[in-house]
């Protein structure tokens, strides 16, 4: 499995931005989630679905503004972000190939994208 994650940039608080992960490989078998890394801080879980797509779920800071979703006919997962934040500046990184069901650490992902920025100014 092949991640390439995109769509990330500079936007206002309050704006929107949708990102962007196409899989490679036997995509539409695995979970994938989405993880975000802050400068000097830990990497932290944001938003995971399951392989189907029928379960999702987010990380106390982001729900009711982020929605993960997945296209299994385009190999591509997706992370609508509403109503952003400063504190939701981070290189957002999109993970799966492991397992089928919900995962919330990295341990639980086998492949990861390269991460794409995301800044929001205040």
């Known amino acids: 499995v092949q991640l390439q994650a995109s769509g990330g940039g500079l936007v206002q608080a309050g704006d929107s931005l949708r990102l962007s992960c196409a899989a490679s490989g036997l995509f539409s078998s695995y979970a994938m989630g989405w993880f975000h890394q802050a400068p000097g801080k830990e990497r932290e879980f944001v938003a995971a679905i399951n392989w189907s797509g029928t379960m999702t779920d987010y990380a106390d800071s982001v729900k009711g503004r982020f929605t993960i979703s997945r296209d299994n006919g385009k190999n591509t997962v997706y992370l609508q972000m509403n109503r952003l934040k400063p504190e939701d500046t981070a290189v957002y990184y999109c993970?799966?190939?492991?397992?089928?069901?919900?995962?919330?650490?990295?341990?639980?992902?086998?492949?990861w994208g390269q991460g794409t920025q995301v800044t929001v100014s205040s």
């Open positions: 993970a799966g190939g492991k397992y089928r069901e919900l995962g919330y650490g990295g341990d639980e992902y086998g492949y």
